[in-house]
Protein backbone atom coordinates (compact mmCIF):
# COMPACT_ATOMS: atom_id res chain seq x y z
CA UNK A 1 0.00 0.00 0.00
CA UNK A 2 1.43 3.82 -1.24
CA UNK A 3 1.28 6.65 1.38
CA UNK A 4 2.36 9.99 1.71
CA UNK A 5 5.06 10.87 3.26
CA UNK A 6 5.01 11.64 6.86
CA UNK A 7 7.35 13.89 9.24
CA UNK A 8 8.28 10.85 11.34
CA UNK A 9 9.15 9.13 7.88
CA UNK A 10 11.24 11.82 6.92
CA UNK A 11 13.11 11.86 10.65
CA UNK A 12 13.72 8.16 9.79
CA UNK A 13 15.01 8.23 6.55
CA UNK A 14 17.49 10.58 7.34
CA UNK A 15 18.61 8.97 10.44
CA UNK A 16 19.24 6.15 8.56
CA UNK A 17 20.93 8.20 5.52
CA UNK A 18 23.34 9.73 8.50
CA UNK A 19 24.00 5.62 9.76
CA UNK A 20 24.72 4.58 6.33
CA UNK A 21 27.27 7.39 5.75
CA UNK A 22 29.01 6.64 9.19
CA UNK A 23 28.88 2.86 8.11
CA UNK A 24 30.49 3.26 5.01
CA UNK A 25 33.39 5.14 6.86
CA UNK A 26 33.95 1.95 9.41
CA UNK A 27 34.36 0.24 6.12
CA UNK A 28 30.99 -1.84 7.11
CA UNK A 29 29.31 -1.59 3.64
CA UNK A 30 32.12 -0.92 0.87
CA UNK A 31 34.71 -4.08 1.88
CA UNK A 32 38.33 -3.74 3.83
CA UNK A 33 39.01 -0.26 5.38
CA UNK A 34 42.75 0.63 6.71
CA UNK A 35 42.86 -0.21 10.35
CA UNK A 36 43.17 3.28 11.83
CA UNK A 37 40.50 5.87 11.82
CA UNK A 38 41.05 8.82 10.49
CA UNK A 39 40.56 12.02 12.96
CA UNK A 40 37.99 13.36 10.52
CA UNK A 41 36.65 10.34 10.22
CA UNK A 42 36.16 9.90 14.20
CA UNK A 43 35.17 13.64 14.44
CA UNK A 44 32.26 12.39 11.64
CA UNK A 45 31.12 9.88 13.74
CA UNK A 46 30.79 11.40 16.72
CA UNK A 47 28.73 13.92 15.10
CA UNK A 48 26.19 11.15 13.56
CA UNK A 49 25.70 9.73 16.81
CA UNK A 50 24.77 13.07 18.41
CA UNK A 51 22.30 14.00 15.48
CA UNK A 52 20.91 10.14 15.71
CA UNK A 53 20.44 10.81 19.50
CA UNK A 54 18.92 14.19 19.02
CA UNK A 55 16.41 12.44 17.22
CA UNK A 56 15.97 9.76 19.59
CA UNK A 57 14.84 12.81 21.94
CA UNK A 58 12.60 14.39 19.44
CA UNK A 59 10.44 10.72 19.82
CA UNK A 60 11.34 9.87 23.31
CA UNK A 61 7.60 10.67 24.53
CA UNK A 62 6.32 8.59 22.29
CA UNK A 63 8.87 5.04 22.00
CA UNK A 64 9.35 2.41 24.90
CA UNK A 65 11.99 3.91 27.45
CA UNK A 66 13.84 0.13 26.96
CA UNK A 67 14.34 0.42 23.43
CA UNK A 68 14.92 4.36 24.24
CA UNK A 69 17.88 3.60 26.63
CA UNK A 70 19.40 1.00 24.43
CA UNK A 71 20.12 3.85 21.98
CA UNK A 72 21.38 5.82 24.48
CA UNK A 73 23.68 3.78 25.14
CA UNK A 74 24.87 2.51 21.76
CA UNK A 75 24.88 5.79 20.56
CA UNK A 76 26.88 7.03 23.68
CA UNK A 77 29.63 4.19 23.18
CA UNK A 78 30.17 5.18 19.62
CA UNK A 79 31.20 8.52 21.05
CA UNK A 80 33.20 6.70 23.66
CA UNK A 81 35.30 4.74 21.24
CA UNK A 82 35.93 7.43 18.54
CA UNK A 83 37.59 9.91 21.77
CA UNK A 84 40.52 11.22 20.49
CA UNK A 85 43.70 12.15 22.41
CA UNK A 86 42.82 15.35 22.40
CA UNK A 87 41.20 15.78 25.77
CA UNK A 88 38.87 18.63 26.94
CA UNK A 89 41.29 19.77 29.21
CA UNK A 90 44.00 19.46 26.95
CA UNK A 91 42.07 21.68 24.40
CA UNK A 92 41.41 24.22 26.42
CA UNK A 93 45.22 24.32 27.66
CA UNK A 94 45.98 24.94 24.06
CA UNK A 95 43.53 27.92 23.82
CA UNK A 96 44.84 29.11 27.02
CA UNK A 97 48.47 29.44 25.03
CA UNK A 98 47.27 31.99 22.93
CA UNK A 99 45.81 34.35 25.78
CA UNK A 100 48.41 33.81 28.49
CA UNK A 101 51.60 35.91 28.49
CA UNK A 102 54.38 34.75 26.75
CA UNK A 103 56.38 33.65 30.55
CA UNK A 104 53.26 31.25 30.73
CA UNK A 105 53.58 29.28 27.47
CA UNK A 106 56.40 26.56 28.49
CA UNK A 107 53.97 25.76 31.74
CA UNK A 108 51.00 25.53 29.56
CA UNK A 109 52.62 23.42 26.80
CA UNK A 110 53.92 20.69 29.46
CA UNK A 111 50.29 20.93 31.51
CA UNK A 112 48.87 20.38 27.75
CA UNK A 113 51.16 17.13 26.88
CA UNK A 114 50.04 15.78 30.07
CA UNK A 115 46.46 16.06 29.38
CA UNK A 116 47.00 13.65 26.38
CA UNK A 117 44.61 10.48 26.25
CA UNK A 118 46.96 7.57 25.37
CA UNK A 119 46.39 6.32 22.15
CA UNK A 120 45.12 2.63 20.92
CA UNK A 121 47.51 0.18 19.80
CA UNK A 122 47.00 -0.83 16.22
CA UNK A 123 45.36 -4.54 17.49
CA UNK A 124 43.08 -2.59 19.65
CA UNK A 125 42.21 0.05 17.00
CA UNK A 126 41.16 -2.93 14.65
CA UNK A 127 38.77 -3.93 17.30
CA UNK A 128 37.42 -0.58 17.90
CA UNK A 129 36.56 -0.46 13.97
CA UNK A 130 34.77 -3.72 14.28
CA UNK A 131 32.44 -2.69 17.68
CA UNK A 132 32.12 0.56 15.94
CA UNK A 133 30.83 -1.48 12.89
CA UNK A 134 28.25 -3.61 14.88
CA UNK A 135 27.12 -0.57 16.79
CA UNK A 136 26.32 1.34 13.88
CA UNK A 137 24.31 -1.56 12.58
CA UNK A 138 22.04 -2.49 15.45
CA UNK A 139 21.35 1.35 15.57
CA UNK A 140 20.98 1.43 11.32
CA UNK A 141 18.37 -2.26 12.38
CA UNK A 142 16.48 -0.12 15.77
CA UNK A 143 15.86 2.58 12.79
CA UNK A 144 14.57 0.49 10.14
CA UNK A 145 12.35 -2.00 12.25
CA UNK A 146 11.33 -0.10 15.16
CA UNK A 147 7.82 0.60 14.00
CA UNK A 148 7.05 3.32 16.67
CA UNK A 149 9.30 5.61 14.61
CA UNK A 150 7.53 5.59 11.46
CA UNK A 151 4.31 6.89 13.45
CA UNK A 152 4.81 9.28 15.88
CA UNK A 153 2.27 12.51 15.16
CA UNK A 154 4.05 15.61 13.62
CA UNK A 155 2.79 17.76 16.48
CA UNK A 156 3.87 15.41 19.10
CA UNK A 157 7.73 15.30 17.36
CA UNK A 158 7.46 19.89 17.77
CA UNK A 159 5.86 19.76 20.95
CA UNK A 160 7.23 17.20 22.94
CA UNK A 161 10.99 17.42 21.06
CA UNK A 162 11.53 20.32 19.49
CA UNK A 163 9.81 22.90 21.74
CA UNK A 164 11.02 21.03 24.73
CA UNK A 165 14.77 20.79 23.82
CA UNK A 166 14.72 25.03 23.09
CA UNK A 167 12.60 25.47 26.15
CA UNK A 168 14.84 23.41 28.37
CA UNK A 169 17.80 25.14 26.68
CA UNK A 170 16.65 28.70 27.22
CA UNK A 171 15.89 28.36 30.59
CA UNK A 172 19.41 26.87 31.19
CA UNK A 173 20.58 29.72 29.51
CA UNK A 174 18.91 32.52 31.42
CA UNK A 175 20.02 30.99 34.72
CA UNK A 176 24.06 30.62 33.69
CA UNK A 177 23.45 34.06 33.00
CA UNK A 178 22.42 34.92 36.23
CA UNK A 179 25.14 33.07 37.49
CA UNK A 180 27.35 35.12 35.39
CA UNK A 181 26.39 38.15 37.08
CA UNK A 182 26.77 37.46 40.53
CA UNK A 183 29.87 37.88 42.09
CA UNK A 184 32.11 35.24 43.36
CA UNK A 185 30.00 32.50 41.70
CA UNK A 186 30.92 30.39 38.65
CA UNK A 187 28.73 27.79 36.96
CA UNK A 188 30.07 24.08 37.10
CA UNK A 189 31.20 21.89 34.49
CA UNK A 190 28.03 20.05 35.30
CA UNK A 191 25.74 22.74 34.66
CA UNK A 192 27.34 23.91 31.48
CA UNK A 193 27.56 20.60 29.91
CA UNK A 194 23.42 19.74 31.24
CA UNK A 195 23.20 23.51 29.18
CA UNK A 196 25.56 22.52 25.88
CA UNK A 197 23.56 19.47 25.54
CA UNK A 198 19.97 21.08 25.34
CA UNK A 199 21.48 23.30 23.38
CA UNK A 200 23.14 21.20 20.98
CA UNK A 201 19.79 18.91 20.62
CA UNK A 202 18.18 22.13 19.25
CA UNK A 203 21.24 22.36 16.59
CA UNK A 204 20.46 19.48 15.53
CA UNK A 205 16.78 19.67 15.31
CA UNK A 206 17.25 23.11 12.79
CA UNK A 207 20.36 20.76 11.07
CA UNK A 208 16.95 18.51 10.27
CA UNK A 209 15.31 20.82 8.73
CA UNK A 210 17.89 23.10 7.33
CA UNK A 211 17.06 22.98 3.95
CA UNK A 212 13.74 24.88 4.47
CA UNK A 213 14.79 27.06 7.58
CA UNK A 214 13.58 30.85 6.74
CA UNK A 215 15.74 33.42 6.98
CA UNK A 216 14.96 33.91 10.60
CA UNK A 217 15.47 30.24 10.90
CA UNK A 218 18.80 30.76 9.68
CA UNK A 219 19.71 32.99 11.83
CA UNK A 220 18.72 31.40 15.08
CA UNK A 221 20.44 28.36 13.57
CA UNK A 222 24.14 30.31 13.70
CA UNK A 223 22.86 31.75 17.19
CA UNK A 224 22.55 28.35 18.89
CA UNK A 225 25.12 26.62 16.78
CA UNK A 226 27.89 29.43 18.30
CA UNK A 227 26.32 29.26 21.79
CA UNK A 228 26.63 25.57 21.69
CA UNK A 229 30.41 25.95 20.75
CA UNK A 230 31.13 28.36 23.53
CA UNK A 231 29.42 25.96 25.96
CA UNK A 232 31.59 23.27 25.11
CA UNK A 233 34.60 25.48 25.11
CA UNK A 234 33.60 26.87 28.79
CA UNK A 235 33.11 23.64 30.16
CA UNK A 236 36.09 22.72 29.20
CA UNK A 237 38.31 25.44 31.09
CA UNK A 238 35.67 24.61 34.31
CA UNK A 239 37.20 20.97 33.62
CA UNK A 240 41.03 22.12 33.46
CA UNK A 241 40.38 24.36 36.13
CA UNK A 242 39.44 21.59 38.67
CA UNK A 243 42.72 19.23 36.82
CA UNK A 244 44.75 22.02 37.71
CA UNK A 245 43.63 22.44 41.34
CA UNK A 246 45.12 18.78 41.83
CA UNK A 247 48.97 19.67 40.32
CA UNK A 248 51.64 20.14 41.73
CA UNK A 249 52.72 23.70 41.08
CA UNK A 250 54.05 26.67 42.54
CA UNK A 251 52.18 29.13 44.18
CA UNK A 252 52.81 31.75 41.69
CA UNK A 253 52.53 30.00 38.27
CA UNK A 254 49.09 28.84 40.33
CA UNK A 255 48.19 32.11 41.04
CA UNK A 256 48.89 33.55 37.27
CA UNK A 257 47.13 30.34 35.99
CA UNK A 258 44.35 31.06 38.17
CA UNK A 259 43.64 34.85 36.83
CA UNK A 260 44.08 33.73 33.35
CA UNK A 261 41.49 31.04 33.90
CA UNK A 262 39.38 33.87 35.40
CA UNK A 263 39.73 36.38 32.30
CA UNK A 264 38.98 33.96 30.24
CA UNK A 265 35.56 32.43 32.22
CA UNK A 266 34.47 36.38 31.78
CA UNK A 267 35.15 36.96 27.92
CA UNK A 268 33.21 33.43 27.31
CA UNK A 269 30.73 34.75 29.81
CA UNK A 270 30.42 37.48 27.95
CA UNK A 271 30.38 35.98 24.49
CA UNK A 272 27.91 33.30 25.74
CA UNK A 273 24.98 36.14 27.24
CA UNK A 274 25.34 38.14 23.47
CA UNK A 275 24.21 34.83 21.44
CA UNK A 276 21.76 33.64 24.11
CA UNK A 277 19.63 36.89 23.21
CA UNK A 278 19.76 35.81 19.14
CA UNK A 279 19.48 32.37 20.04
CA UNK A 280 16.24 32.33 22.03
CA UNK A 281 14.63 35.51 20.44
CA UNK A 282 10.97 35.54 20.90
CA UNK A 283 10.98 32.75 22.55
CA UNK A 284 8.87 29.14 22.55
CA UNK A 285 6.36 31.34 20.32
CA UNK A 286 8.13 32.04 18.18
CA UNK A 287 10.26 28.71 17.61
CA UNK A 288 7.29 27.12 17.83
CA UNK A 289 6.22 28.71 14.19
CA UNK A 290 9.72 28.54 12.65
CA UNK A 291 9.86 24.96 12.90
CA UNK A 292 5.82 24.56 11.88
CA UNK A 293 6.68 26.50 9.08
CA UNK A 294 10.01 24.65 8.18
CA UNK A 295 8.44 21.48 8.20
CA UNK A 296 5.60 22.48 6.01
CA UNK A 297 8.15 23.80 3.40
CA UNK A 298 9.76 20.11 3.19
CA UNK A 299 6.91 19.39 1.02
CA UNK A 300 6.55 15.79 2.20
CA UNK A 301 3.25 15.53 0.88
CA UNK A 302 3.79 15.26 -2.33
CA UNK A 303 6.18 12.47 -1.56
CA UNK A 304 4.76 8.94 -2.43
CA UNK A 305 6.38 6.56 0.46
CA UNK A 306 6.52 2.37 0.11
CA UNK A 307 5.84 0.26 3.15
CA UNK A 308 9.50 -0.61 4.29
CA UNK A 309 9.53 -4.31 4.49
CA UNK A 310 10.43 -6.19 7.59
CA UNK A 311 9.21 -3.08 10.08
CA UNK A 312 8.57 -4.60 13.43
CA UNK A 313 4.81 -4.37 14.65
CA UNK A 314 6.25 -3.65 18.40
CA UNK A 315 3.42 -2.21 20.56
CA UNK A 316 3.86 1.26 21.12
CA UNK A 317 4.68 2.12 24.66
CA UNK A 318 4.80 5.94 25.92
CA UNK A 319 8.05 6.54 27.72
Known amino acids: MYGRMQFADYVVSWALQSLSRSLQRVGGRSGPAPVELRCSDQKALIQTAERVFSLWQMAQWSVSKIEFKRAQSDLTAIVDLCATDQTPERLAALRLIEKAEPRLHPLLEDIAASLVRPSPDRETQAQVRDQLNGLLQAESVRWRTYTPLRIIDQSELIEHGMLRAFEKAQSLS ?73 MDLKPKASVRLDRLVGH ?56
Open 174 to 246: IRLDGIAGEPEKRASAKRLARTGRWTHHCVNHLELLRPALSETGRTRRWHLTRLAAKLDEQWALEKLARALVL
Open 264 to 319: ERKRLDKQRRKLTIGAFAGGAVAYRAEVTEAVAQLGLEAITLLPLEGASNSEKETG
